[in-house]
């Protein structure tokens, strides 16, 4: 079932919906798929979720730990479909760390095998509401079982512009930014690079993320932690923060809004003060009309 944009819930499309103010967008929307009250402002571009809590959420329930997982990924086809529609430009989603592989076989046996089932499932909806696949992550660690669908996907859905849906797997930031620092190091030692050409801006293009991904500006972590567990340790300097205690397979698209509506209040300085900010988001603002 395809997903209807923003642009095609507005009888103006795009183009007449620019005509109103960001909060009011963001306030129809929400209207639409939910009876949430209305986030105002902007909403993030970038999103990611730390999906914490389906263990517990089993445990609580009586239930396997493996029911949980499969109650998670229930969570994940609702959050990827409320993204979609309110027009989030990509969401990234903590699906297996490096840590991961650490736990019992078993568990990690079952993890894998309902990747694969994700992937195959939910194929047809991914390529029939333009969304591309992308990852992040030692994705060749990955059984080929996983591996195999997974290219395949990202193969196909590599021309659509919707949402980019980033599944990290096999991922820990301290990897990728220990990764980036070895690719450095051989360029400067190759003679490709000077060690005074070495800034920010030129560190993150060897992060794996930035190269295929916006800012980070909102990153969601659920069941009540207050951590962010090797995910994003780069990409999450400037984000904004959302811990909320319901557990992942409880997640909801209220839930969903509930975080946008915490990050519209949000005032996003970068370093900047208040009047500066406000400048800059003016001029941004007028960049985009």
């Known amino acids: ?23 009011a967008r963001t306030w129809y929307l929400a209207r639409r798929m939910s009876s949430a009250p209305p986030p105002a402002g902007n909403l993030p571009r970038h999103v990611g979720i730390i999906m ?78 333009d969304i591309r696949l992308v990852t992040v992550g030692e994705t060749d660690r990955l059984p080929s079982s996983v591996r ?36 450095i190091c051989r360029a400067v030692s190759a003679g490709e690079l000077e060690i005074d050409a070495i800034d920010p801006e030129l560190f993150s293009s060897y992060i794996e993320s930035s ?14 932690e207050h951590r962010i567990s090797n995910f994003f340790l780069w990409e999450a300097a400037y984000a904004e923060f959302f811990f909320t205690e319901t557990l992942w397979p409880d997640f909801t698209r209220e839930h ?18 208040s009047g500066q900010a406000a400048v800059a988001a003016a001029a941004d603002a007028k960049e985009e009309e």
């Open 1 to 23: 079932m395809a997903l209807r944009t923003a642009g095609e819930v507005c009888r103006g499309g795009v183009a007449g919906m620019r005509r109103f103010p960001a909060s």
């Open 211 to 224: 190269r295929i991904l916006p800012p980070l500006d909102l990153l969601i972590r659920t069941s009540g």
């Open 52 to 129: 914490d809590g389906n263990g517990r959420w089993a445990n609580a329930q009586g239930l396997p730990r493996e029911v949980g997982h499969e109650r998670g990924a229930d969570s994940v086809r609702t959050v990827v479909r409320a993204a979609r529609k309110l027009g989030v430009d990509a969401l990234t989603l903590f699906a297996f760390s490096s840590q991961n592989w650490d736990r019992p076989p078993h568990e990690v046996y079952h993890l894998m095998a309902l990747l694969r089932r994700y992937l195959i499932e939910e194929r047809g909806e991914i390529l029939d509401n």
């Open 148 to 183: 195999e669908p997974m290219m395949e996907l990202i193969e196909a859905s590599s021309e659509n512009s919707s949402m980019v849906l980033c599944l990290a797997l096999s991922y820990g930031g301290r990897e990728m930014i220990t990764d980036a620092a070895r690719q």
């Open 256 to 273: 969903l809004l509930e975080a946008f509506e915490d990050y519209s209040r949000r005032e996003r300085r970068f370093g900047l003060t």
